[in-house]
């Protein structure tokens, strides 16, 4: 493996000072809310329950995006192998709150230890995964070579890399070569990815582009009592959805719901941001800005004389989505990089970004080229486009062609299936 000063001092540390480093840190995460105190120790490398008899597939996924991407997968490779288990490990107590309620039976979650090497080793001790796959571009490095020197075969899995991350590690492209290096397989988003990594060192024999596992993801569930419930109290009122919306996004989203209702007086605004716990802060700004508005999270319904449902829940996107004939997808006015078209997409809901989706950019591009989604730069042009696809024929239009290129994508999971499985028979015929 070739050599990296970098990655030989991180790995110094990681094993002197990284514990303390850790301790401290985890400290700080759970005065601010960002820990489960009750799982801490997971964090510590400490498992929360015994390693299931078996073989058993371990993947990582930063946070919920990721891990939601893996769910039609696991469900299907553990269809397809009965004395499978899996491990999913994610970094946020939201992403933990989703799998605990998302995760089929023979599918265990715990929080991913800190990187240092006395919590690793004591995770990799309990685990001992027979198989390691990370997700998009989360590298944690004493825990990537921590797995590997013990011969854990490892695979990065529909991996993804924007600009910004490929010019940090270009800095330690040493650390970055000895890090991909490790890795037996790559499944990659796109031919950009697929140069970022080329470029960094992971020797392109080992990757192959096939697209995002996202194309592959079943749709997103919905309560069928609570859409009955829903379509009612909305009645005949035309809709529309903003959804994963970020700060700076929703006074603009706003302003283009006020030019919107100039011409569609009974329009319903679903405002659902990308974090709940910006509930508060969204309804002060509501109020501040003379709106009417009911609330879902102390559980007001929409109601006829208020044009703004404020959805500040988590999990509920399937239900908005298939309201919704209409969707902006947030995370694309600010410089955040936007969010997963897909969902929408596979839901019957025509799809409006703003300019900043670079997480996206080859899914948008073909969405884009299938006229499935639609550029809106201000929200003059958002509430012009809203009003144009609350045209049933338009926005159906629009939505069929989105979920054709959904459908067309859908062999991404079946082709990431065939590889795990094949990895571990060749684990398993090694003995």
Known sequence: MTGSLALGLYRAWSARGGRRFAERKLRERLAEGKEDG???DERRGIAGVARPAGPLMWFHAASVGESLALLELIRLLLEDRKDLNILVTTG?????????????ERAIHQFLPLDARAFVRRFLEHWHPD??????????????????????????????????????????????RSLLGRFDQALVQDDLTAIYL?????????????????????????EPAELDTMRAEIGGRPI????????????KVLEAHRIA??????????????????????????????????RRSIGEGPEAEAPVYLADTMGELGLWYRLAP????????????????????????????GPYVT???????????????????????LAEAVDDLLSPDRAAAMAHSAWEVVSAGADVTERAKTVLLETLDTVEARG
């Open 92 to 104: 946020t107590v939201t992403s933990a709150g989703v799998m605990a309620d998302r995760l089929p």
């Open 261 to 294: 209702l100039k011409s569609n007086p009974r329009l319903l605004l679903i405002l659902a941001p990308r974090h709940a716990n910006r509930g508060d802060e969204i309804a002060k700004m509501l109020a501040e800005g003379g709106w009417t508005f009911t």
């Open 359 to 381: 997480n996206f950019v080859d899914i948008y591009q073909r969405l884009t080229e299938a006229r499935a989604a639609r550029l809106v730069a201000s929200p003059q042009s």
């Open 326 to 353: 209409v969707s902006f997808v947030g995370g694309s006015w600010e410089p955040i990089g936007g969010h997963n078209p897909f969902e929408p997409a596979a839901l019957g809901s025509a799809i409006l970004h």
């Open 198 to 222: 080329r470029r960094l060192g992971l020797p392109p024999e080992r990757m192959e582009v096939t697209g995002t596992l996202k194309e592959g993801a079943a749709a997103l569930p919905v």
């Open 38 to 40: 009750a799982r801490l």
């Open 131 to 176: 198989v390691a796959v990370w997700t998009e571009s989360e590298l944690w490095p004493t825990l990537i070579c921590e797995t590997d020197a013990i011969g854990i075969p490892m695979l990065l899995l529909n991996a993804r890399m924007s600009k910004a991350s490929h010019d940090r590690w270009r800095f330690l492209r040493g650390m970055a």
């Open 240 to 251: 529309w959805v903003a959804a994963s919306t970020h700060p700076g996004e929703e006074d």
